[in-house]
């Protein structure tokens, strides 16, 4: 089992940063694909970014202004995010998963999430 707690969220103007962090525990975090995914409210969830053996994807709406990083001594995960955007707006999670050949952004792809954190852009 993994436990992911996403922290960071807030309410931001438009052009401004914010970053999340997802710290985990409970298992090997160096083993799982980790992602971060966002669900607005309305839209169905959609994948944002992912990355295993210091290989990334990002979505191509946040490409160039959102970077995930993640550090496998510490157990955590970020996701800089810069330039936000009021459609960047939502519930951002963090999700983990033990990989097994298949999309890094499908969401069934991964085993465990955290309880999301809230993620607000004003215009």
């Known amino acids: 089992q993994v436990q992911l707690a996403e922290s960071g969220g807030g309410l931001v103007q438009a052009g401004g940063s914010l970053r999340l962090s997802c710290a985990t525990s409970?298992?090997?975090?160096?083993?799982?694909?980790m992602a971060w995914f966002r669900q607005a409210p309305g839209k169905e969830r959609e994948f944002v970014a992912a990355?295993?053996?210091?290989?990334?994807l990002t979505a191509g709406s946040v490409k160039g202004r959102f970077t995930i990083s993640r550090d496998n001594a510490k157990n955590t995960m970020c996701l800089q995010m810069n330039s936000l955007k009021p459609e960047d707006t939502a519930v951002y999670y963090c999700?983990?998963?033990?990989?097994?050949?298949?999309?890094?952004?499908?969401?069934?792809?991964?085993?465990?999430w955290g309880q999301g954190t809230q993620v607000t852009v004003s215009s």
């Open positions: 999700a983990a998963g033990a990989y097994r050949g298949t999309r890094w952004t499908s969401g069934s792809t991964y085993d465990f």
């Open positions: 409970g298992s090997t975090f160096s083993g799982y694909l």
């Open positions: 990355m295993m053996d210091g290989v990334a």
